[in-house]
């Protein structure tokens, strides 16, 4: 046991002696991303500013990816006695690059301890350089997007168009049909055509106002992308909301002579913050109120009252639960019960705790079997 202690002691002074370095924060600027379409042979120069070089840390400047090979620098690291912080990157692109697609070169800047026998956590930063390779023939790039709104509103419908081919396009548009839930097709729009170059982005921004469809509820687009023959698709899914908050859920069955927990669940349907919501419900002549809440933009929460059923009898009883928010109620009519007392439940929680006894009273009786023992041994 002494020496146990001895060589934990030896250790702790150990670690006391050896230095620690704590890094100030790595950087890199400018932080934005950069993109490149591919050329053969294609040369590109970027200034960069690196962040974090201390007394005791410097900064190791180096490029990692596919490319990795293609970038130069013009120092390979930065520190305190540095004119500047700011260094240079040099990218040449080869000939060719075989595969299609994007790929990506990372400027990054890692920090280093520059004291010897130092413990020291080590942070990195990154700058992505995107380049993409063009792909044969026809080809196109898109994205697809839609705004959520409330009843009313417009719905800005978005699309991204770039040619990514190696073929310049005659004609793109694009049709995009708007579905209800139940699948349905209720309106179709159409962008105006136009030719695409190659390498060349378009933007399409499409309006409808909201109160052309069929209220509230979820909905479905689809963007169908022609261009010179061929087609793209995409889907998007959106919803259109009214100020309403749902009851979904509460709970059902109560110990008698107890006061029980009162959880109701629900859900906005509104595409806007709600704020000041709170739950009375009322069972016979006993009435009681949650706290309020705020609810965010479509979503779900529990809210918790209290029910006391000190002079309630066993049985069914009806629940009135109303919501009241924004000068608007919303009310649920529902059957509860109240029992003499709950069975025990044997949740997956309940089944841990007694493992965890049983095995704290098996540690216990092992403990004290060894040490009867030992004292029967000394005797």
């Known amino acids: 046991m002494k020496k146990e202690v001895i060589v934990l002691f030896i250790l702790l002074l150990f670690s006391l002696a050896i230095p620690s370095v704590t890094n100030a924060a790595i950087g890199i600027s400018p932080g934005d991303q950069i993109y490149l379409n591919f050329q053969p042979g294609l040369e590109k120069d970027f200034s960069f500013k690196a962040f974090g070089v201390t007394e005791t840390t410097k900064i190791k400047i180096f490029s990692e990816g596919e490319l990795n090979s293609s970038t130069t620098f013009d120092v390979s690291e930065i520190n305190q006695t540095s004119s500047t912080h700011i ?3 040099h990218i040449r692109l080869p000939e060719k690059i075989e595969k ?79 579905f209800e839930s139940s699948g349905n097709k209720l309106k179709t729009l159409e962008t105006t055509k136009i ?17 052309e469809l069929r209220g509230q509820g979820p909905y479905k687009s689809v963007a169908t992308i022609f261009f010179d023959g061929e087609t793209k698709n995409l889907e998007e899914e959106f ?14 069955i109560f110990e008698k002579d107890k ?5 109701v669940v629900i859900e906005s349907v509104w595409n806007s913050k709600i704020n000041n919501v709170f739950a009375k419900v009322r069972i016979e002549n006993t009435e009681f109120q949650t706290p309020s809440v705020e609810l965010s933009p479509w979503e779900r929460k529990t809210i918790r009252g209290f029910f006391d059923t000190t002079n309630f009898e066993e049985g069914i009883y ?47 009786l092992w403990l004290l079997v060894k040490k009867k023992k030992k004292n029967n041994e000394k005797d």
């Open 195 to 211: 030719p695409l170059q190659k390498e060349q982005e378009q933007k399409f921004n499409l309006i409808l106002n909201s109160s």
């Open 100 to 178: 299609p697609g994007e790929h990506i070169i990372y400027i990054s800047v890692q920090s280093v301890s520059s004291l010897q026998g130092t413990i020291a956590t080590s942070e990195k930063a990154q700058i992505p350089v995107h380049i993409f390779v063009p792909f044969p023939g026809k080809y196109i790039e898109a994205t697809f997007n839609i705004n959520d709104v409330n009843l009313g509103e417009n719905l800005q419908f978005s699309l991204n168009i770039i040619n990514r081919g190696t073929q310049a396009l005659n004609e793109v548009y694009t049709v995009i049909d708007i």
């Open 259 to 263: 006061i029980n927990i009162f959880d």
């Open 87 to 89: 260094f240079n990157a």
């Open 318 to 364: 009806t629940a009135n639960i109303t919501l009241f928010y924004e000068k608007i109620t919303t009310t649920k009519i529902s059957q509860i019960e109240i029992v003499k007392k709950l069975k025990f439940d044997f949740n997956l929680t309940t089944i841990l705790i007694l493992i965890i006894v049983i095995i704290i009273i098996i540690d216990i």
């Open 239 to 252: 919803r259109v909301g009214v100020l309403n908050v749902n009851i979904l859920n509460h709970t059902q």
